[in-house]
């Protein structure tokens, strides 16, 4: 067990990565990626459900150091959804080297993103560690802002896939996984590209959240 509270404060995301890499295709989007039971599944949902305090974390493409915002999550046990609340719009900038669309998502302030979770078995599972797949609402974050007092229409992609290639030149596949373990969970939330009025930027820059009950 203390492998596996280690394993999850160090973020294994990556790892996890593998396992769910052959489940998730441009095919089976809306499928459950799970071989749990029913009664498996909403046990899982129900023990996860509550609200989470905690940050969401990017990769500074200036510093090169990883940036954290503090934000709050609901994960609802009735749809198995996760809600933010107050989903930070400026992490979407890194990776976009366009000044004023940097501004633009920088002075954007917070927007409600909506995701379904969608559990999948392990071999932890019956210890309590959960491991969970996460899709936004039609992989879409879209809304109006102002800048320079004028109104643009943003919408933020997002994927449950990405090609990302690290500071450190390694490429490395990322899907939108999760886990969660004795109130604690992380989950990827991937931004493919960020779409500013008619320009489109690609990001391919991996976020993730982490937070406790």
């Known amino acids: 067990m203390q492998t596996l509270k280690k394993s999850?404060?160090?973020?294994?995301?990556?790892?996890?990565?593998?396992?769910v890499s052959s489940c998730l295709s441009d095919d089976d989007k809306d499928n459950n990626y799970t071989d749990l039971t029913p009664a498996q599944r909403a046990a899982q949902i129900y023990e996860?459900?509550?609200?989470?305090?905690g940050y969401i974390y990017a990769i500074n493409?200036?510093?090169?150091?990883?940036?954290?915002?503090?934000?709050?999550?609901?994960?609802?046990?009735?749809?198995?959804s996760l809600v933010v609340?107050?989903?930070?719009v400026s992490i979407a900038r890194y990776g976009i080297s366009n000044v004023t669309a940097r501004e633009i998502l920088n002075s954007a302030g917070t927007q409600s993103l909506r995701a379904v979770l969608h559990p999948y078995n392990n071999t932890a599972f019956d210890k309590g560690y959960y491991t969970f797949t996460i899709l936004p609402d039609n992989y879409k974050l879209s809304f109006v802002t102002e800048y320079e007092?004028?109104?643009h229409d943003v919408e933020?992609?997002?994927?449950?896939?990405?090609?990302?290639i690290s500071y450190a030149g390694i490429a490395t596949v990322l899907y939108a996984v999760g886990e969660y373990y004795a109130q604690q969970m992380n989950a990827y939330i991937l931004i493919k590209d960020v779409k500013i009025d008619d320009a489109t930027?690609?990001?391919g820059s991996p976020t993730y959240i982490y937070g406790k009950k």
């Open 8 to 19: 999850f404060i160090m973020l294994t995301c990556l790892a996890l990565t593998a396992a």
């Open 48 to 53: 996860m459900s509550g609200l989470y305090t």
């Open 61 to 80: 493409d200036t510093t090169m150091k990883t940036d954290s915002i503090p934000c709050e999550w609901r994960i609802i046990a009735t749809d198995s």
């Open 85 to 88: 609340n107050n989903f930070p």
């Open 149 to 151: 007092g004028k109104q």
């Open 156 to 164: 933020l992609n997002l994927t449950y896939q990405l090609n990302s």
């Open 201 to 203: 930027y690609t990001t």
